[in-house]
């Protein structure tokens, strides 16, 4: 991710079991390590999005991470720095509560966060881990139940697919 020698790409990340439903999202953090950068790093710009459904599909060739039912709420993916093996954490907050506040949305349904490219030269990109090894994307969601007053609960997601589209398919 964003943008690699044919073009624009973009990257998507998929949980299942996410926020419960009438949820008051006080916190939202997505944590995305560090693998390589090709380029210069001021020149990678990206905008995360949710998508905004009640249970998100897996990705495929015909549901990809650009094509996303996107959220009203974004958080800006500018990194500045970018070294290899160190943790960058990205608040998400408005995002989640949009797609916990929907209408559909019921506990445990499948949450999909898309990272698309905003400007980002040709050629030039990043890439995040999620290997077998345990090195992995998370997404961090402190909430109170039903909306209702009291100790808020922490929802720490990770093992998720993050699906690096630097191979030109997305």
């Known amino acids: 991710f964003p943008g690699n020698p044919r073009g624009a790409s973009h990257g998507g990340l998929r949980w299942t079991g996410a926020g419960p439903a009438a949820a008051t999202v006080t916190s939202a953090t997505l944590a995305v390590k560090a693998r390589n950068l090709v380029g210069t790093i001021t020149n990678i710009h990206g905008i995360i999005y949710g998508d905004d459904v009640d249970t998100a599909a897996e990705w495929a060739n015909d549901s990809r991470p650009d094509q996303i039912t996107q ?3 974004s958080t800006a993916f ?5 070294t290899i093996d160190t943790v960058y954490s990205y608040d998400v907050t408005t995002i989640i509560a949009e797609i916990i ?3 559909g ?3 445990g349904q499948v949450m999909r966060l898309a990272i698309l490219n905003n400007g980002s030269t040709s050629g030039e990109y990043v890439r995040m881990y999620d290997y077998a090894d345990g090195i992995t994307s998370t ?4 909430y109170t139940e039903g909306g209702a007053a009291g100790h808020p609960a922490v929802k720490r997601m990770g093992g998720v697919p993050f699906v690096a589209t630097n191979r030109g398919v997305w």
């Not at 500018?78 to 970018?82: F, K, S």
């Not at 997404?139 to 402190?142: A, E, G, N, S």
Request: glycine share 0%; hydrophobic share 55%.
């Open 105 to 107: 949305w019921a506990t």
């Open 101 to 103: 506040a929907r209408a």
């Open 71 to 73: 959220t009203t709420a």
């Open 139 to 142: 997404l961090t969601i402190v």
């Open 78 to 82: 500018d990194p500045t720095v970018w």
